[in-house]
């Protein structure tokens, strides 16, 4: 099992920006990595998601070209800088990881692929 923490969450003006970090502890080897939001009265949705290798990473159309995902396997970390931030990119962001891996070239992941999620870091983006 993964042990994941979630810090950088915070209050900005729209915008600005924000650099999350999400840290790994445990059983962290191979494992690919995603970033999901869920708003007051929504359901969670995908933000962001990278191979553990790096060499594929997927973004919700809402924050492409805002948002970059990263990871480096050295420090078991999965950041995530958001730029640009809008009213609407206001949640607690997740950070997740899975094993699975057989259909991450295939297709973006899902909130299903996910087995073990941090606690969440709120974002709040004012306008």
């Known amino acids: 099992q993964v042990q994941l923490v979630e810090s950088g969450g915070g209050l900005v003006q729209a915008g600005g920006s924000l650099r999350l970090s999400c840290a790994a502890s445990g059983r962290t080897f191979s494992k690919n990595m995603g970033w999901f939001r869920q708003a007051p009265g929504k359901e969670r949705e995908f933000v962001a998601g990278?191979?553990?290798?790096?060499?594929?990473?997927y973004y919700a159309d809402s924050v492409k070209g805002r948002f970059t995902i990263s990871i480096d396997n050295a420090k078991s970390t999965v950041d995530l800088q958001m730029n640009s931030l809008k009213p609407e990119d206001t949640a607690v962001y997740y950070c997740?990881?899975?094993?699975?891996?057989?259909?991450?070239?295939?297709?973006?992941?899902?909130?299903?692929?996910?087995?073990?999620w941090g606690q969440g870091t709120q974002v709040t983006v004012s306008s």
């Open positions: 990278i191979h553990w290798t790096g060499g594929r990473i």
């Open positions: 997740a990881a899975t094993s699975s891996d057989s259909w991450w070239y295939l297709r973006p992941p899902v909130l299903a692929d996910f087995g073990s």
